[in-house]
């Protein structure tokens, strides 16, 4: 039997590749409104972005607010005028956005070997209709028990309240098995942490954790994740199919 019976992932730049999505949607949005699209502007739209984010993870904002006000910080912070179009802008950005299911090389791998000895499920901040075409074109959502969107839930990691309601849904009772996996060491690790949980950093660009958050468990990649989830048994049959345990939930 795996050490981890129940896998809680984050989706963003753990299973799906946020970064390069964002690249593209933000170029096509900028191009459309003949807007800067150079590096500098890029740059200014992330650092806009980042800001927001933290702030809804932390409370202080709704994410309508964050839809509403992006743009407009983003042209304040480029000396460019409004002429009401932020909120145009936006929405094109976030349905550009959910044309761009691509996924970290080795994700569908990972879930395929994961998926058969745990149950697994998303656990995620992103907007709803944004995240549920990405998962389903991904190819993701065929190997997950559950997804759980805090804007469908109602609550948003770091609060508990999240990860309570996914391990609610299936039925999960014993949390000394639950493993939440994600980049986000506010989010997700400490969120993970909030609820009671045993977290995994995903870490895979070697980035410094000066947050003074400490996950259980960090990877630099899929396969390290295989080696905290999985007893040796298991880990001698990775590439064998059909051997997912029954899950004492």
């Given at each position: 039997m795996a050490y981890y019976t129940c896998l809680l992932l984050d989706a963003d730049n753990t299973?799906?590749?946020?970064?390069?999505?964002?690249?593209?949607a933000?170029?096509?949005?900028?191009?459309?409104?003949e807007l800067p699209s150079d590096a500098s502007a890029c740059d200014t739209y992330h650092q806009v972005n980042s800001k927001l984010w933290q702030s809804f993870a932390k409370g202080e904002i709704s994410r309508n607010k964050l839809f509403a006000v992006r743009f407009a910080r983003f042209l304040q912070a480029m000396g460019l005028p409004d002429n009401g179009k932020s909120r145009e802008i936006n929405e094109y950005y976030e349905n550009q956005l959910a044309l761009h299911p691509d996924t970290i090389p080795g994700a569908l791998t990972a879930l395929q070997e994961l998926g058969e000895v745990a149950t697994l499920a998303i656990v995620s901040n992103g907007s709803a209709k944004v995240q549920q075409a990405r998962i389903r074109d991904s190819g993701i959502e065929r190997y997950m028990d559950g997804i759980y969107i805090s804007e469908k839930v109602g609550a948003a990691k770091p609060s508990a309240k999240l990860f309570d309601h996914a391990l609610k849904d299936l039925g999960v009772n014993d949390r000394s098995r639950v493993l939440v996996v994600g980049d986000d060491l506010y989010?997700?690790?400490?969120?993970?942490?909030?609820?009671?949980?045993?977290?995994?950093?995903?870490?895979?660009?070697?980035?410094?954790?000066?947050?003074?958050?400490?996950?259980?468990?960090?990877?630099?990649?899929?396969?390290?994740?295989?080696?905290?989830?999985?007893?040796?048994?298991?880990?001698?049959?990775?590439?064998?199919?059909?051997?997912?345990?029954?899950?004492d939930l």
């Open positions: 299973l799906l590749d946020f970064d390069a999505a964002e690249r593209q933000l170029a096509d949005a900028l191009t459309r409104y989010a997700d690790i400490k969120g993970g942490r909030n609820a009671g949980l045993d977290t995994c950093w995903v870490n895979f660009a070697g980035a410094d954790n000066s947050s003074g958050i400490e996950p259980k468990h960090t990877i630099a990649s899929f396969e390290e994740l295989y080696r905290i989830v999985m007893e040796p048994e298991e880990l001698e049959n990775v590439g064998v199919r059909n051997r997912r345990h029954m899950n």
